[in-house]
């Protein structure tokens, strides 16, 4: 059965920290990873991630792939409370369907 | 942001009768998707479209039937609601051409008494 894995579930960091967010993925027909951030409403896009080893980056945000090893990470440096929020992964299979991880919630203090 | 409309927005229903949720886009995407979003589930596909009349179930498909009759409405029906079928309701769209980012609409929180 497909499946996408996020680790970990939580985090709570002091701002100013940098922070790595873990995805990995048992799925067939592999397409394409996405980065979704979601706060108290709709899910936004952050990065889609085709290609192993090519760094996606936006601002203090930065995704990379690993086809052969089949996961992904997001960072985030110099974090902020307005980082505060639950960070989705998701794969998209060649049938363009979806299959989303259950999120890590990332929690910035002051 | 992306031209994403949900309705209704909220809705009470009682277990037994049917619910039509409506998406509805003015981007011209070819594919919809609809979502169900519960505490430690993360999002979850229901079914989605690649075009009109052009639907396929997804990982939780048990309960709920779609239809696809222009390119820019997408309906989900639940033809007996059920308390299990008590969530918050997500549609999105993607276009597959240039670009495979997906995105989201506002939402739509059902609960089934």
């Known amino acids: 059965e497909d499946k996408v894995v996020q680790s970990p579930l939580s985090l709570v960091v002091h701002e100013g920290d940098t922070v790595t967010l873990n995805c990995s993925y048992e799925v067939t027909n592999f397409r394409s990873l996405l980065w979704y951030k979601q706060e108290k409403k709709a899910p936004t896009f952050l990065f889609m991630l085709t290609s192993s080893g090519i760094e996606k980056k936006s601002g203090r945000l930065s995704s990379i792939l690993d086809k052969k090893e089949l996961f992904s990470i997001l960072n985030i440096t110099a974090t902020q409370t307005g980082d505060s929020a639950v960070y989705l992964c998701?794969?998209?299979?060649?049938?363009?369907?979806?299959?989303f991880g259950a999120g890590t919630r990332l929690t910035v203090k002051p | 942001d992306a031209g994403i409309t949900q309705s209704p927005r909220h809705k009470v229903t009682e277990t037994g009768t049917p619910v039509t949720l409506r998406c509805h886009q003015t981007e011209n995407h070819r594919y919809m998707y609809w979502y169900r979003q519960d505490p430690g589930h993360g999002l979850r596909l229901i079914h989605y479209?690649?075009?009109?009349?052009?639907?396929d179930k997804g990982e939780v498909s048990d309960g709920y039937s779609v239809s696809r009759s222009k390119t820019e409405d997408f309906l989900l029906t639940l033809e007996s609601a059920t308390s299990s079928q008590t969530s918050v309701y997500f549609c999105?769209?993607?276009?597959?051409?240039?670009?495979?980012?997906?995105?989201f609409g506002p939402g739509t929180r059902l609960t089934v008494t």
């Open positions: 479209s690649y075009g009109v009349k052009d639907t």
């Open positions: 998701a794969w998209r299979g060649r049938n363009n369907d979806m299959r």
């Open positions: 999105a769209i993607s276009e597959s051409t240039s670009s495979y980012e997906q995105y």
